[in-house]
């Protein structure tokens, strides 16, 4: 029986299309609030982002609450796991912490200034548009609100997973053999950077307080740390409309048929309305990416510069990619 052709289809076949749309339009937008806004706000943003990465260090993970949600999730590991032989506290694990390092910094760096760079350039161009759900009760407009953003993110997903040089900037999340609660920050900068772009039109209906928003969307990472988490959970029926970590998994596994499925952020609605949605009966699945710098093996003394090509091997990709895109081009 033939498939049924999918939105990711659509955009795996017009990635240039989709690429202009989803990057070169936002980041116009962007360039154009920079200027508007002026350099003096950049070095104000930057040191207010310090402090707030520093506050969100300590009230995060230096907390009462992380130490509780921690232990939780090491007691469900070895309930639950997904992977029976994986170590509870993992190479993988230490790696990833690292990576929380630099995906934060980037988020309180460069990704809520983007966030503040849209929200300027609507309200001084499309006030109409930012003020369409100000009116209504708060409770409704979050509600609004994570519904939209989480259709963007879900979008957003789909789009760096089929457009080939933004696949290899996200691979690096993909690229964890040992999953835990840390590898929902197993980020690069560009697919982050890259994230807030293809989302970009869902600041137009963020209308609460920026900082409020930034904060609340942060905090929502527990969920998406438990989604990483190394255990076997699921909801049933439930699974179609809400995201489990059994449903998650399956994303991340080292077959490429898996992993173009399931793209869900907190809801498989979208999976479900668009025809990616997948389950399978098997309980361990591998996880990770052929090819891609890993951490599991080799000397300790050597992780630094393993830290290091697990950043620079998208570039070098994405490089690639582009030339040979190029290349074909030219030639035809």
Request: glycine share 4%; hydrophobic share 50%.
């Amino acid at each position: 029986m033939t498939r049924r052709a999918t939105l990711q289809d659509w955009i795996a076949a017009h990635p240039g299309a989709v690429s202009l749309a989803t990057l070169a339009v936002p980041f116009a937008i962007l360039v154009i609030s920079a200027l508007e806004t002026g350099p003096s706000a950049f070095s104000s943003h930057f040191a207010t982002g310090i402090k707030g990465f520093l506050n969100y260090v300590d009230a995060f993970f230096i907390s009462a609450s992380f130490i509780v949600f921690f232990a939780v999730i090491l007691i469900l590991e070895r309930l639950r796991p997904a992977d029976p032989d994986q170590a509870l506290l993992s190479r993988g694990l230490l790696f990833d912490t690292g990576f929380a390092v630099v995906s934060l910094l980037v988020h309180f760096l460069f990704v809520s200034l983007f966030a503040l760079l849209f929200l300027s350039f609507f309200q001084r161009h499309l006030p109409p548009l930012s003020g369409l759900i100000g009116h209504w009760p708060n409770w409704l407009r979050v509600v609004v609100v994570f519904v939209a953003v989480d259709f963007a993110g879900w979008l957003s997903h789909v789009i760096r997973h089929k457009v080939p040089a933004l696949w290899h900037f996200h691979a690096l999340h993909h690229s964890q053999n040992a999953m835990n609660l840390m590898t929902e920050f197993r980020l690069h900068p560009c697919d982050l950077l890259a994230r807030t772009l293809t989302m970009s039109f869902v600041f137009v209906l963020v209308l609460v307080p920026i900082e409020q928003a930034f904060v609340f969307v942060l905090l929502q990472k527990y969920y998406l740390m438990f989604l990483h988490a190394n255990v076997d959970i699921g909801y049933g029926p439930l699974d179609r409309v809400f995201v489990s970590p059994r449903v998650h998994r399956l994303h991340h596994a080292m077959r490429s048929d898996l992993h173009d499925q399931n793209y869900g952020v907190y809801l498989s609605i979208w999976d479900t309305i668009f025809g990616t949605f997948r389950q399978v009966p098997d309980r361990v699945i591998e996880t990770g990416v052929e090819g891609f710098p890993s951490e599991p093996t080799g000397a300790w003394v050597q992780m630094p510069l393993t830290f290091l090509r697990q950043f620079a091997f998208p570039v070098t990709q994405a490089a690639q990619t582009l030339r040979d895109a190029f290349t074909v081009r030219e030639r035809t």
